[in-house]
């Protein structure tokens, strides 16, 4: 089978050509070019940082899948039943999205089905205890969750020697709202788990490839990252990029030196895109600022983006667009907050990817990390709280 663009020259794997083309991807963006070689073909440990929208996902996916393949054609005799990969991400909407790529592999079914499940919190317990008695190859999940259910003694997340490949995606997210401390406890699990288990056998074992993936290696927040239990960095001001890619390498575990480590980073100093038009608009109060909102969104249309600062505001906007829909606007208005419940945060971003005149109104920590396809305009009502948040949604 021929397989158009330039996937042929990063991937010799038939059945992920078949996938990507099933899927529509003719051509790897950039972020995806850098790391597939040095993931399947070197094996290496990865840091990687490229804008939100960049293809992230596929960059980690395909590796995994990857060497997924690798290991059921190997001869030597394997444990089928044991989880192969892990992904970490700092949300629950994130976590599907990721989940949902590798299913559309896994939909080939050939060698045999990839057993994929998200394991993410504000859903049933004892639902996502049945999913890990399925026995998963790859487990997308929030550290939270994740570290409540290993403490629960969940033997699938307890028994990892089988275990190849950990990615966290979204690192800079979770070393901002302290979930840090959760992903650590998952990351020290795992590497004394294998230790113990390899020793015990009298083997050393397959080294742990580990993939760590972030918007930015600038953090412009104060962040804890602990090395050892000695030192800490607390300011990431008086740190370099050098610095911090160290301690994120250390807190992770990952393999040390060029031959073992990459280290990708594909953000520029210049931080607006150069396809986006920034515009600002001055308003003296606020109902200037309902009536220049409900301008744009009639105005342009399409796919929409509105950010707030806080879900009051997400609420007042949502009951303003509500009345003002009925006559003047083509769609209800979708919402994204912290407090919804989980089934109706994944329902307002199912329908807000669904309708190319769709509006989500939505707090920046909800939407942090989702990659909508798309959208024609993002409008910060409020004032970012940081300029990273700007910089990092105007993507």
């Known amino acids: 089978m021929e397989h158009n663009g330039e996937w042929t020259e990063i991937i010799d794997s038939e059945y992920i050509l078949k996938g990507l083309d099933t899927m529509g991807f003719i051509n790897p963006t950039p972020i995806q070019k850098a790391v597939i070689p040095q993931a399947t073909q ?5 840091i990687g940082a490229a804008e939100t929208g960049s293809g992230k996902t596929l960059a980690f996916a395909v590796p995994i899948i990857d060497r997924w393949l690798k290991e059921l054609k190997k001869d030597l005799p394997r444990d089928q039943t044991e989880l192969f990969a892990l992904v970490v991400t700092p949300t629950r909407e994130l976590a599907i999205q990721i989940r949902d790529v590798f299913r559309q592999f896994s939909a080939l079914k050939e060698p045999r089905e990839l057993r994929i499940v998200a394991i993410v919190g504000g859903m049933s317990i004892q639902k996502q205890q049945r999913l890990l008695k399925s026995q998963p190859d790859i487990i997308v999940g929030t550290p939270g969750r994740l570290w409540a259910l290993k403490e629960s003694g969940e033997e699938h997340l307890n028994i990892l020697s089988g275990l190849q490949i950990i990615v966290v ?102 931080k607006i895109p150069n396809m986006l038009v920034e515009c600002r608009m001055d308003c003296t109060d606020l109902l200037h600022k309902d009536a220049n909102l409900f301008y744009l969104l009639k105005r342009y249309g399409g796919r929409t983006l509105v950010f707030c600062n806080s879900v009051s505001a997400v609420r007042r906007l949502q009951a303003i667009l509500r009345k003002l829909t009925r006559r003047n606007i083509d769609t209800l208005p979708c919402i994204l907050h912290g407090r919804m419940k989980e089934k109706e945060r994944l329902k307002s971003v199912e329908k807000f990817a669904a309708s190319e005149n769709s509006i989500l109104l939505a707090t920046d920590v909800a939407a942090r990390g989702l990659d909508f396809q798309s959208v024609q305009q993002i409008i910060h009502y409020q004032v970012p709280q940081t300029t990273e948040v700007f910089f990092l949604f105007a993507i």
């Open 42 to 46: 070197h094996r290496k440990d990865i």
């Open 169 to 270: 995606d979204e690192i800079d997210r979770m070393l901002k709202e302290g979930h840090f401390q959760e992903l650590k406890f998952i990351i020290k699990h795992i590497h004394s788990k294998r230790n113990e288990h390899f020793k015990t056998i009298g083997e050393k074992g397959p080294p742990l490839q580990t993939f760590v993936f972030s918007a930015t290696l600038t953090f412009t927040y104060n962040v804890g990252l602990k090395s050892d239990g000695k030192n800490e960095i607390k300011d990431t001001q008086k740190i370099d990029s050098k610095q911090k890619v160290k301690q994120i390498a250390r807190s992770m575990y990952m393999r040390r030196g060029p031959e073992k480590l990459a280290v990708v980073d594909l953000t520029t100093t210049k």
